[in-house]
């Protein structure tokens, strides 16, 4: 269990609306990733983060903004949801000696009508 | 562009019915090669890390081998409680991983 801790776990929406999810680590890992898992893409990155303030795009930034004001915390979020953001949701840290090891919360199963 | 693919996408099998899941990759500078079990309605969960070509790795009834194009999942005598989703990731060049679509395997009992 590498302390991560994903919220909400579900959450409905309509589109237009903004959408912040939430990623808490307890462990003081350095990188974080925000990924979304569609059926048939597999887990794609969305964003992420190298340090306190320091963060990069994924594969599929697009729609999506993030924010990491502590170690401790990782934010993703949707500034205006579309139906094609429906998806699920996972906060992952990389640990390990080289941190090559990816630790995932349980994700967070979003929907947007 | 580093890709991963993976097959078959669905395998049933029988309880003690040995089989492979393949998990072929191009990539610029392979780091290494990870396999991850997935469970319904839960997070990824990390079961090995390949570095090299040849390379080998054991945990209980699963063992991963790579090659230079591709690696592979064996289960041998699987048992019901291995039904998972089967995830294969590489790392390349830099800190990211790129991940294949997944093998779903259900063992009946």
């Known amino acids: 269990d590498a302390g991560i801790t994903q919220s909400p776990r579900h959450k409905v929406t309509e589109t237009g609306t903004p959408v912040t999810l939430r990623c808490h680590q307890t462990e003081n890992h350095r990188y974080m990733y925000w990924y979304r898992q569609d059926p048939g893409h597999g887990l794609r990155l969305i964003h992420y983060?190298?340090?306190?303030?320091?963060?990069d795009k994924g594969e599929v930034s697009d729609g999506y903004s993030v924010s990491r004001s502590k170690t401790e915390d990782f934010l993703l979020t949707l500034e205006s949801a579309t139906s094609s953001q429906t998806s699920v949701y996972f906060c992952?840290?990389?640990?390990?000696?080289?941190?090559?090891?990816?630790?995932f919360g349980s994700g967070t199963q979003l929907s947007v009508l | 562009e580093d890709q991963v693919t993976q097959s078959p996408e669905a395998l049933r099998l029988q309880e003690g019915e040995s089989s492979s899941l393949n998990c072929s990759y191009t990539?610029?500078?392979?780091?290494?090669l990870f396999w991850y079990r997935q469970d319904p309605g839960k997070g990824p969960e990390f079961l090995f890390t390949l570095y090299s070509a040849g390379e080998e790795k054991e945990k209980e009834r699963l063992k991963a081998t790579l090659t230079k194009k591709e690696s592979f999942l064996h289960i041998t005598a699987p048992k019901p409680e291995d039904s998972a989703t089967y995830l294969c990731a590489v790392q390349a060049n830099g800190q990211n991983f790129v991940f294949g679509p997944g093998t779903r395997l259900s063992v009946l009992p």
């Open positions: 983060s190298y340090g306190v303030k320091d963060t």
């Open positions: 990539v610029s500078g392979l780091r290494g």
């Open positions: 992952a840290i990389s640990a390990g000696r080289g941190g090559e090891k990816l630790f």
